[in-house]
């Protein structure tokens, strides 16, 4: 849910900071959610919004505890801290963000499948 709300808000901020004209030539704000199978023990999650993107010091310190770059009041930095923690450190899992200035921004989740219990 935090990776989620992360996008939800990133395309508030391109609405927040896009000119009339820049709306009307795209008018679409898009938040895409996929799920596979990238091979037999691994799952890939990607939640990718066409947001205001991010830049690589930005980028960089995005899963650091208390890092933020939302106004004061609105977040305390811990959301993508957690996320990580939960698929990288307890799950065993990989988060990587992809991002640049002006295309969105994409987190994919990749975890390992769990084989059943017989």
């Known amino acids: 849910m ?33 799920t596979s199978i990238i091979c037999e023990n691994w799952a890939i999650i990607s939640i990718k919004d066409n947001g205001i993107g991010m830049n690589e010091a930005v980028k960089s310190k995005i899963f650091d505890p208390f890092f933020t770059t939302k106004p004061v009041g609105h977040g305390t930095g811990l959301g993508l801290s957690i996320s990580y923690q939960i698929i990288v450190d307890k799950h065993g899992g990989r988060l990587e963000c992809i991002s640049a200035i002006g295309e969105g921004t994409e987190l994919a989740i990749e975890i390992p499948i769990a084989k059943s219990r017989s």
């Open 2 to 34: 935090n990776i989620i709300n992360n996008a939800v808000d990133a395309l508030r901020e391109r609405e927040q900071k896009s000119s009339l004209n820049e709306i009307e030539a795209n008018p679409i704000q898009m938040m895409i959610i996929t």
